[in-house]
């Protein structure tokens, strides 16, 4: 008979306890717009910390709006963003304009700063061939419908960059729902095998659609499943723009230096429904959920923190707004402007040379749509 395991050489137990303990959340600006971590607090001039928050103002108002006009038929698939501002608008504050930008489908935010022209991005919605053809100095991909494919994809950039001897990174984006994906630990697995300068950010809006996130795993924190694949993960409050910043800024340091990837997890909210096809946010969340959450707004904490500076007021936010306004109203002109979708145009697109199948079936469309 096997003899039992001598239960001081192994303490089970206590083994995840160690593991939680070196997860604590970062932050560096509370719900009430004051720094709490002074040591932690980015070297940031206050033009810099307007334009974010300019930016941050910008991107509510475009969620927004593009309810409205996909409530009008005018948009197709969207993803709303508001509560996200500071995972989001903060953690692309942190990069250059030659790292790569992997987005999920809720990340259009972050590829419309890394410079993708909003009409074009309103063609994505729509299905629009012309939404991808991204131009050749823009460092982006579509955004990923496949949930956590993007991890992956993201691993295999990085590498590219690091064969090529860039010092640049990669950056992706994915919810908590994508880390129960094998795409994800796939990517994050790869990526710490091979060094790669990578950084994979989890926006834990707390919920996988309707799925809340203590019924999608037993772990602690989403962060901590860096330990698996041999990185370094952090926790941070996805609700303070300065601590994403602060953690994407050191992330991407250490990975253009030749130290590897990063997982960081964003605690944050999505005010709205997962999309806007059909998901009603009611039959799985409270109003006192809700509320909580409201609370924590990245944009009343920043605005309070940037006010008591001295550095922002109403006059200046109403400037964003009346600007972002009138941006989309442009924007969505040109969208409507572009030509119908074709499928001989589709076919074009498919490839660099077309094989004779293809060859054959657009001479068939052509004829067809020249009638």
Not at 38 to 66: C, F, G, K, N, W
Not at 151 to 168: D, F, H, M, P, W
Not at 202 to 229: D, G, H, M
């Amino acid at each position: 008979m096997a003899s039992k395991m001598n239960n001081n050489a192994v303490n089970l137990a206590k083994q995840l306890d160690v593991v939680d303990k070196e997860f604590q959340t970062l932050q560096i600006l509370n719900e009430e717009g004051e720094i709490v971590n002074q040591d932690a607090v980015p070297d940031l001039t206050d033009e810099q910390l307007q334009e974010l928050m300019r930016r941050m103002v910008y991107t509510r108002i475009l969620d927004q709006r593009s309810i409205s006009l996909n409530r009008q038929g005018r948009l197709g698939f969207y993803a709303p963003t508001a509560g996200q501002e500071a995972s989001q608008i903060a953690s692309h504050f942190a990069l250059e304009k030659e790292d790569f930008i992997l987005p999920g489908y809720r990340d259009v935010p972050q590829i419309i700063w890394h410079g993708l022209p909003l009409h074009q991005a309103f063609l994505w919605s729509r299905g629009h061939f012309q939404g991808i053809q991204i131009p050749e100095d823009l460092h982006i991909l579509p955004p990923q419908i496949i949930i956590g494919a993007q991890y992956v994809q993201t691993a295999g950039v990085a590498l590219g960059i690091k064969k090529n001897g860039k010092k640049s990174v990669a950056i992706t984006y994915t919810g908590d729902g994508g880390t129960s994906q094998g795409d994800f630990y796939e990517g994050i697995n790869f990526a710490g095998a091979y060094q790669v300068p990578a950084i994979f950010i989890v926006q834990n809006n707390q919920f996988a659609i309707s799925t809340p996130r203590e019924k999608q795993t037993a772990a602690r924190t989403l962060a901590q499943k860096a330990v698996a694949a041999g990185i370094p993960g952090i926790q941070v409050d996805g609700m303070d723009p300065l601590a994403v910043y602060a953690a994407v800024k050191e992330a991407r340091e250490r990975a253009i230096n030749g130290e590897g990837p990063t997982l960081i997890e964003t605690l944050t909210y999505r005010y709205g429904p997962h999309t806007m096809s059909g998901d009603d946010p009611t039959r799985y969340r409270t109003k006192e959920l809700d509320s909580e959450w409201e609370k924590k707004d990245p944009l009343v904490r920043f605005r309070k923190y940037l006010e008591n500076k001295g550095i922002w007021n109403e006059e200046m936010e109403e400037k964003v707004i009346e600007q972002a306004k009138e941006d989309i109203k442009e924007a969505i002109k040109k969208a409507d402007a572009a030509p119908k979708q074709k499928v001989t145009d589709l076919i074009s697109i498919m490839n660099v040379e077309l094989p004779s199948n293809l060859k054959e079936q657009y001479e068939i469309y052509k004829e067809k749509e020249s009638k």
